[in-house]
């Protein structure tokens, strides 16, 4: 599944018809489709020269954490840590931020643009226990390739 999943991924970002903010929303729409454990697909990127996340392009339902402080929940530990953060079950992690009930677990793997971590994709399952080392692989795969297009956007 992964493997077919990154020609797709590389079609959509390689697309110069399409803006960045539409090629980052359909690759977050293509993963939340198409793999049966992501149920909440989405980017944060730093908010300028302000030590917190702010919601990028996502796909499933709206949440209300659109800002996240560096620190704060898991998003907010991997902009401080830059490493990825695999939580098999949410209800274990004090610093945890819910955006919904539904969550099981949740895996964020920081981008990096130039060696800085600038970003990250953050996948919500409803599954308990879902991530493995292929999801970890192919998420560093999307934020690699992520980060060839967007050196303008997040200027
Ligand atoms: N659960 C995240 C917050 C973002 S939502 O999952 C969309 C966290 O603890 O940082």
Same mark, same amino acid.
């Given at each position: ?18 803006s ?14 198409t ?8 980017f ?10 702010k ?10 954490? +659109?800002?996240? /402080? $560096? ?10 840590? *830059? =490493? %990825? ?35 990250q ?5 409803? +599954?308990?226990? /879902? $991530? ?8 560093e795969?999307v *934020? =690699? %390739? ?10």
């Amino acid at each position: 599944m992964f493997k077919e999943l990154q020609s797709k991924v590389n079609a959509i970002l390689s697309n110069a018809d399409s803006s960045i903010e539409n090629r980052l929303q359909a690759v977050c729409e293509l993963l939340k489709t198409t793999v049966p454990h992501y149920d909440w697909v989405g980017f944060y990127f730093k908010n300028g020269d302000k030590e917190e996340l702010k919601l990028g392009p996502y796909a499933g339902k709206p949440t209300d954490h +659109t800002i996240i /402080p $560096f620190g704060k929940g898991i998003c907010g530990q991997v902009a401080i840590s *830059n =490493q %990825n953060f695999v939580v098999p079950d949410v209800s274990a992690q004090d610093n945890y931020i819910a955006c919904s009930i539904t969550v099981k677990s949740e895996i964020v793997v920081p981008l990096f643009l130039n060696g800085q971590n600038v970003g990250q994709i953050d996948i919500d399952s409803n +599954t308990p226990d /879902p $991530f493995t080392g292929q999801d970890e692989r192919f998420l560093e795969f999307v *934020n =690699q %390739n992520v980060a060839k297009i967007i050196q303008g956007y997040l200027e």
